[in-house]
């Protein structure tokens, strides 16, 4: 079935950076919207940056425009979320997701990597 991986969490300092990735199998991202989503303990899932692979368009939520930076690489496979300028409130698990252009469900989703941000 398909499987989206995501990797590149860990700990890092309050204004330090992580790279994430997300890699799918058994699903070409070409025709795919690709988005971020995060989960801190307590609190709700939030959207944070989605990439239509067809177009490149992107998509932030407000809290992390002009620090994290979505992109993808379709001879890969694989969607990035570079994230700059880290605050402690950035912490949570960050899942990948996928689904078909115009949809609006998430079909896909990743098992989620870890981001802890220390002050």
């Known amino acids: 079935q398909v499987q989206l991986v995501e990797s590149g969490g860990g700990l890092v300092q309050a204004g330090g950076s992580l790279r994430l990735s997300c890699s799918a199998s058994?699903?070409?991202?070409?025709?795919?919207?690709v988005g971020w989503f995060r989960q801190a303990p307590g609190k709700e899932r939030e959207f944070v940056a989605a990439?239509?692979?067809?177009?490149?368009?992107?998509y932030y939520a407000e809290s992390v425009k002009g620090r994290f930076t979505i992109s993808g690489d379709n001879a890969k496979n694989t969607v990035f979320l570079q994230m700059n300028i880290l605050k402690p409130e950035d912490t949570a698990a960050y899942y990948c997701?996928?689904?078909?252009?115009?949809?609006?469900?998430?079909?896909?989703w990743g098992q989620g990597t870890q981001v802890t941000v220390s002050s």
């Open positions: 058994r699903l070409t991202f070409g025709s795919e919207v």
């Open positions: 997701a996928a689904k078909n252009y115009g949809a609006t469900i998430y079909h896909y």
């Open positions: 990439i239509s692979m067809s177009d490149a368009n992107t």
